[in-house]
Nanobody, 119 residues
Framework: QVQLVESGGGSVQAGGSLTLSCVVE????????MGWYRQPPGEPRELVAG???????NYEQPVQGRFTISRDNTKHMVFLHMSSLRPEDTAVYYC?????????????WGQGTQVTVSP
């Protein structure tokens, strides 16, 4: 079994910064693509940024130039550094990972961490 554990959320004023962390725990044979999604209040979940196993990144337009995704393969972790935060970045942020375990390869989700940006 695999578990994704996020941390680093909180409340910050507009213009501030936060760094989210996510560790993948369990029996991991291969850790592939990883990413961060978010779900604003009353909205569907949306992709924020993704990173491949070899470090290639992609970002959705609203966060380009402000957010940076990175990973540490030795620690099975992915990070999202968020700067120049805006009130519209307020959402629950979820970590996602494509994991090969002893069972079928599949995507796993974290429990979510709240990020609140005040004007």
């Amino acid at each position: 079994q695999v578990q994704l554990v996020e941390s680093g959320g909180g409340s910050v004023q507009a213009g501030g910064s936060l760094t989210l962390s996510c560790v993948v725990e369990g029996t991991i044979l291969s850790l592939n693509d990883m990413g961060w999604y978010r779900q604003p209040p009353g909205e569907p979940r949306e992709l924020v940024a993704g990173i491949t196993k070899d470090g290639r990144t992609n970002y959705e337009q609203p966060v380009q130039g402000r957010f940076t995704i990175s990973r540490d393969n030795t620690k099975h972790m992915v990070f999202l550094h968020m700067s120049s935060l805006r009130p519209e970045d307020t959402a629950v942020y979820y970590c996602n990972a494509d994991v090969q375990t002893t069972g079928p390869r599949r995507f796993w989700w974290g429990q979510g961490t709240q990020v609140t940006v005040s004007p």
